[in-house]
T-cell receptor, first 110, second 115 residues
């Protein structure tokens, strides 16, 4: 079993829909990072969370440390949101290696 | 600053050839990481530098792989005698090691295809 699990693995939505991507992890962490990867490979940082909730534009990320769970929400989805969304956790101090989920492939149809 | 830069973006090579990739981190970042990502998977850690010192290497990094960061700035990743299984996206990231969350910033990656 992977230490970081994402669900769903694939998601197709219609433009305008509210989207939720989930990340569960089984290790202790100091922070959790949501990343976006477009076709072609480049990875863009969306949010770094250690508690609570963050919002940027149409994106909202939440984390529940006790439940070891984070969600990424996209409101009013748009075809340009189509990408792979990756959850990465950072274990407590002493290591700098991210542990990555396998990603959620999102396709938003016009 | 233009962020983390990786070259080349794509590399096609024949099995058995050697390849070298370059990563230029964000200028003030002292930490640099290499990851490998195969199709449909999340990135996997390969190695990590703090300044010029290579502090950690994954078991994924076989003897055919070598990484350097000679002056603590740019880094190179060399694969000798490439195999078809080496085909992947090679990602570089950098971070500022000054305490607090270790936010890593990623380059666009180098996609390697071994024929």
């Amino acid at each position: 079993k992977n230490e970081v699990e994402q669900s769903p693995q694939n998601l197709t939505a219609q433009e305008g829909e509210f989207i939720t991507i989930n990340c569960s992890y089984s290790v202790g962490i100091s922070a959790l990072h949501w990343l976006q990867q477009h076709p072609g490979g480049g990875i863009v940082s969306l949010f770094m969370l250690s508690s609570g909730k963050k919002k940027h534009g149409r994106l909202i990320a939440t984390i529940n440390i006790q439940e070891k769970h984070s969600s990424l929400h996209i409101t009013a989805s748009h075809p340009r949101d189509s990408a792979v969304y990756i959850c990465a956790v950072l274990p407590p101090s002493g290591t700098y290696k991210y542990i990555f989920g396998t990603g959620t492939r999102l396709k938003v149809l016009a | 600053d233009t962020g983390v830069s990786q070259n080349p973006r794509h590399k096609i090579t024949k099995r058995g050839q050697n390849v070298t990739f370059r990563c230029d981190p964000i200028s003030e970042h002292n930490r640099l990481y290499w990851y490998r990502q195969t199709l449909g998977q999340g990135p996997e850690f390969l190695t990590y530098f703090q300044n010029e010192a290579q502090l950690e290497k994954s078991r994924l990094l076989s003897d055919r792989f070598s990484a350097e960061r000679p002056k603590g700035s740019f880094s190179t990743l060399e694969i000798q005698r490439t195999e078809q299984g080496d085909s992947a996206m090679y990602l570089c990231a950098s971070s500022l090691g000054a305490g607090g969350p270790n936010i890593q910033y990623f380059g666009a990656g180098t996609r390697l295809s071994v024929l």
